[in-house]
T-cell receptor
Framework: QKEVEQNSGPLSVPEGAIASLNCTYSDRGSQSFFWYRQYSGKSPELIMFIYSNGDKEDGRFTAQLNKASQYVSLLIRDSQPSDSATYLCAVNGQNTGNQFYFGTGTSLTVIP | EAQVTQNPRYLITVTGKKLTVTCSQNMNHEYMSWYRQDPGLGLRQIYYSMNVEVTDKGDVPEGYKVSRKEKRNFPLILESPSPNQTSLYFC???????????FGPGTRLTVT
């Protein structure tokens, strides 16, 4: 079982819609959760991090964490063509020691 | 400007010829890490370092070495590169291991 799993997509949404990206993780002791965006050929850039159960909002982005279900999601409201990228979920936790685990990413395309 | 730098950005080499990829950060971060990214496999951690003189293996350490003699630098060494080490490599750093990581621009390595 992979430490972090994401649907690879591709996910396509029309401009202005809400894009929903999901991630599950296997280590129940995980403490830190991150969403990164990566454009083709570029390095990952941090969008959001979340440590506690519940929702965390930053502009058009909302991260949701449910530790009981071992699930973290990212909602992108009012999606723009510039949001078209691969979104990576990353987890760091107790049982993984000091390692980081990344999902394989979900490819998002926002259609104008 | 706060940043993580890597050199070289592109490298083509031959099997068995030792090489070093440098990584440097100017943010006084304690935690540094190396990843490789391959299609379908996502980002996989090679080695990480909690602080000066403290390094540990990630998920895919075989064929790689690292050192952390100074806080700002974390070079990746391939003593005898092989074609299966052809990949896109990223260095990253963070304040502590549970904090968000900042990535360098990447090094595209081809081993023939």
């Amino acid at each position: 079982q992979k430490e972090v799993e994401q649907n690879s997509g591709p996910l396509s949404v029309p401009e202005g819609a809400i894009a929903s990206l999901n991630c599950t993780y296997s280590d129940r002791g995980s403490q830190s959760f991150f969403w990164y965006r990566q454009y083709s050929g570029k390095s990952p850039e941090l969008i959001m991090f979340i440590y506690s159960n519940g929702d965390k909002e930053d502009g058009r982005f909302t991260a949701q964490l449910n530790k009981a279900s071992q699930y973290v999601s990212l909602l992108i409201r009012d999606s723009q063509p510039s949001d078209s990228a691969t979104y990576l979920c990353a987890v760091n936790g107790q049982n993984t020691g000091n390692q980081f685990y990344f999902g394989t990413g979900t490819s998002l395309t926002v259609i104008p | 400007e706060a940043q993580v730098t890597q050199n070289p950005r592109y490298l083509i080499t031959v099997t068995g010829k030792k090489l070093t990829v440098t990584c440097s950060q100017n943010m006084n971060h304690e935690y540094m890490s190396w990843y490789r990214q391959d299609p379908g496999l996502g980002l996989r951690q090679i080695y990480y370092s909690m602080n000066v003189e403290v390094t540990d293996k990630g998920d895919v350490p075989e064929g790689y070495k690292v050192s952390r003699k100074e806080k700002r630098n974390f070079p990746l060494i391939l003593e005898s590169p092989s074609p299966n080490q052809t990949s896109l490599y990223f260095c990253a750093s963070s304040f502590r291991q549970t904090y968000e990581q900042y990535f360098g621009p990447g090094t595209r390595l081809t081993v023939t």
